[in-house]
């Protein structure tokens, strides 16, 4: 045991610079300073779970097999959990700036975006080293992923803290007149909203400024990930191939040949079941759309648009991206969301008439967002080892946790343009609550009423995305046994066995 231990301490010198390892231990030490003159046992708690987390790669990759994902994690992760740890605490707790300097707040959120893109980077390359533009490409995608998840986990981890513990880290106070928020996009219609006297969708701009913030730097850090990549590659500089035969064709022929494909592709991902769900839904729509009034009608079209998303995009996209090798099945579960949201809830009003219905909306979601991101991780690549399903059901995860901060926000902006209440922030849970009944009566959770919806939409969601991705995890180890086990057939040999 101490020997393994050894050998991981000298793995740790060999793959990381004396620079990078003289910064862990020096964060580590002022970490360690820093929870013994806290004045508070909750600060010296924090300080102390920081110091912690700095060890995070060191304890994985002791605890986890060499060849395992797990133990093949970078030690550059480490790095990057050093210099959060340094921003976040040190600085912003340790220092006082965030005390000092509220603003400080916007920083380290923006910072965390590109920490989290690089993290993810480092968890894909794990996994799956890109050797073309499509293993590029899926690369900054799932970096991105794991990004906006991490926002999201980030503030419900907050939220916890903040409920359980009595601490402000969701910053429970009225954001002041002369917010970036609102010098930016003005006041929205958040004067009209009023709920005991007070103004209660600026409680939740933290929140969700916080989730908005951690989810533009992540672009930004893509669009530089994916230039470096390209770049590293050389495909900037390489002559892109094109094929004479299609060159020779017209317009007309190229877009016939690829209805042709498509209608291929489609029989062979979907059945009788796809299309009469498709078909069906598609009528009710478009019926719901002639019996609503106009606005209404408007978002309900929208909706029925996105239920031809995959064959539009199968239709604009080149026949050699990517997103032409996406499966039609994630157009049926893009189907069925829109069902159950647009016309179930909105027209025929479920909304109303089931209190809980919007809890069961979002209980589902994370399930079928689930299954949308291993669809969408078989168009990068074809799952054949461990290796590879363990990627797809990580990916996949990821997407779902992505989606779940994303929805938010559109709902966050929604209720600030035009009034409504989609985030739920005016929900004053009463002791017999759903809520309390599952999670108690908490610390801090009169200050908290206004993140109650949001942060239960997102653990419900998550509730499902845990489960979906523990049986997708079974199913494909399963598959890709049974894929390796199979005997391999040599061109010849098959050739010969259809031809018999």
Not at 201 to 224: C, F
Not at 343 to 369: E, K
Not at 403 to 420: A, K, N, Q, R, S
């Amino acid at each position: 045991m101490i020997a393994s231990i050894k050998n991981k301490f000298v793995t740790a010198l060999q793959e990381s610079s004396k620079a990078e390892i003289i910064f862990w231990y020096a964060v580590r030490a002022m970490l360690l300073v820093g929870s013994v003159l806290a004045q508070t046992q909750k600060r010296r708690l924090f300080i102390a779970a920081a110091l912690l987390f700095t060890f995070g790669i060191t304890i994985v990759r002791c605890l986890f097999a060499k060849n395992s994902f797990f133990g093949s994690l970078s030690y550059r992760i480490q790095t990057l959990l050093c210099i959060a740890a340094f921003f976040g605490t040190v600085v912003g707790k340790c220092f006082g700036v965030l005390d000092i300097y509220p603003e400080y707040d916007v920083f380290l959120h923006l910072m965390a975006g590109f920490i989290c893109v690089a993290i993810g980077y480092h968890i894909a390359l794990a996994l799956n080293k890109p050797t073309d533009k499509s293993g590029n490409f899926f690369t900054v995608f799932a970096s991105f992923t794991i990004s906006c998840t991490v926002a999201g986990i980030r503030e419900i981890a907050e939220f916890i803290m903040d409920f359980e513990l009595g601490t402000n880290f969701l910053h429970a106070e009225i954001v002041s007149d002369d917010h970036w928020f609102y010098q930016l996009f003005g006041r929205g219609m958040t004067d009209s909203i009023r709920w005991g006297g007070v103004l209660a969708q600026q409680r939740l701009y933290d929140t969700d400024e916080d989730m908005l913030l951690a989810i533009i730097s992540s672009l930004a850090a893509v669009a530089i990930l994916y230039v470096w990549l390209r770049i590293k590659n050389k495909e900037f500089y390489s002559a892109k191939e094109k094929e004479k035969k299609a060159n020779r064709l017209s317009l007309g022929t190229v877009f016939a040949q690829k209805l042709r494909n498509e209608k291929e592709k489609m029989l062979n991902d979907c059945n009788v079941c796809d299309f009469v769900l498709w078909w069906s839904v598609r009528a009710l729509m478009i019926y719901a759309a002639f019996n609503m009034v106009k606005a209404e009608a408007i978002l309900l079209s929208v909706n029925l648009l996105g239920t031809f998303a995959v064959s539009l995009i199968h239709l604009i996209a080149p026949s050699s991206s990517v997103l032409s090798r996406l499966s039609y099945r994630v157009q049926s579960i893009v189907t069925v969301i829109v069902f159950l949201g647009s016309y179930c809830g909105n027209y025929i009003f479920l909304y109303g008439i089931l209190p809980r219905y919007d809890l069961f909306l979002h209980f589902t979601s994370g399930a079928m967002s689930m299954a949308a991101g291993y669809y969408l991780s078989k168009a990068f690549f074809e799952i054949t080892n461990k290796k590879q399903a363990f990627l797809s059901a990580i990916f996949a995860l990821s997407f779902s946790g992505m989606i779940m901060p994303v929805h938010e926000i559109i709902e966050f902006i929604g209720d600030f343009l035009w009034g409504t209440d989609n985030q739920g922030f005016s929900w004053a849970p009463t002791s017999e609550s759903f809520f309390f009944k599952v999670f108690g009566e908490g610390v801090g959770n009169t200050e908290l009423y206004y993140v109650f919806d949001t942060m239960y939409d997102m653990l419900l969601a998550w509730s499902t995305a845990l489960m979906g991705f523990a049986v997708l995890l079974v199913w494909l180890m399963v598959k890709t046994k049974k894929h390796k086990g199979r005997p391999e057939i040599n061109e010849a040999e098959e050739k010969t066995v259809r031809v018999g």
